[in-house]
């Protein structure tokens, strides 16, 4: 069905791998297509209650095929407006939580797309790099907005500038990585992660992301009004019935993402 990446599902968890290992999973017209299929297949889907987000061979993705554009008057703007920014938006708009399983590289907006995941889980073979600078860009795809608020100001500004690559390690240290894995086995255990997330209350998981996003550009007193106002809509979900029952039951709940 796809040509440039690979969709299955694995119970109730939907992966998603870019598939294009000989240019390092890097970005074209017809991946962003796909992509975008993908996740919204994912978040119409009742069945999926979590999304895995990798790459094939040994990169995660190392942002534009600069082949696909070479020699092409590009307008920037256009170009972003057009693929990338539609890309990321819909990631913020999926209410599931979206896992990005950075198995290798992930550069300039391969680097962006993994900051747009809800959480990042990397192998100790990965590494981040903001390359932008070294071809005289800013950071895209959402890469000025996710990167000081995952790390400081400070430290965004300094990978931003220099362009340095941040191994796993050092990933894990500054924020940008929520668990560092080992190489072998780290399918399996990234699998196992996102079905833990997928037998939780999937409704209360997209209004924890969604009110956490609309959070950082909102006040104390708007964020509070908000919270009050997808707490009342996580009130009346099924899933928050059985915690409660389950509760006094003793007994481990079994939600079902309604």
Do not use: W
Request: aromatic share 8%; net charge negative.
């Amino acid at each position: 069905m796809y040509e440039t990446i690979l969709y299955e599902l694995a119970g109730r968890v939907a992966k998603i791998t870019m598939n294009r290992p000989d240019k390092f999973n890097s970005f074209t017209e017809l991946m962003h297509k796909e992509l975008m299929d993908a996740l919204k297949k994912s978040d119409k889907n009742s069945e999926v209650r979590a999304i895995v987000l990798t790459g094939a061979g040994k990169a995660f993705n190392a942002g534009q095929d600069l082949g696909e554009v070479q020699g092409v008057d590009i307008d920037f703007g256009e170009f972003l407006r057009k693929r990338y920014n539609p890309l990321i938006m819909q990631m913020q708009k999926t209410e599931k939580p979206i896992i990005a399983a950075v198995n290798g590289i992930a550069a300039g907006a391969g680097m962006s797309l993994a900051l747009a995941c809800d959480i990042r889980l990397v192998s100790e073979k990965a590494s981040f790099t903001d390359v932008f600078v070294n071809i005289g860009l800013v950071p895209d795809s959402g890469g000025c907005y996710f990167l000081p608020r995952l790390v400081g100001l400070g430290k965004a500004l300094e990978l931003a500038m220099t362009g340095d690559k941040v191994t796993a390690e050092e990933a894990y240290r500054i924020g940008l990585a929520n668990k560092v894995l080992p190489l072998e086995g780290f399918e399996e255990q990234v699998m196992a992660y996102a079905d833990r997330l997928a037998q939780l209350p999937t409704k209360g998981i997209g209004l924890i992301k969604r009110t956490m996003i609309k959070g950082l550009t909102m006040n104390l007193e708007e964020t509070l009004e908000y919270e009050a106002y997808a707490q009342e809509i996580a009130g009346a979900t099924e899933d928050h019935k059985e915690g409660v029952q389950a509760f006094f039951e003793k007994r481990p709940p079994v939600f079902k993402g309604k």
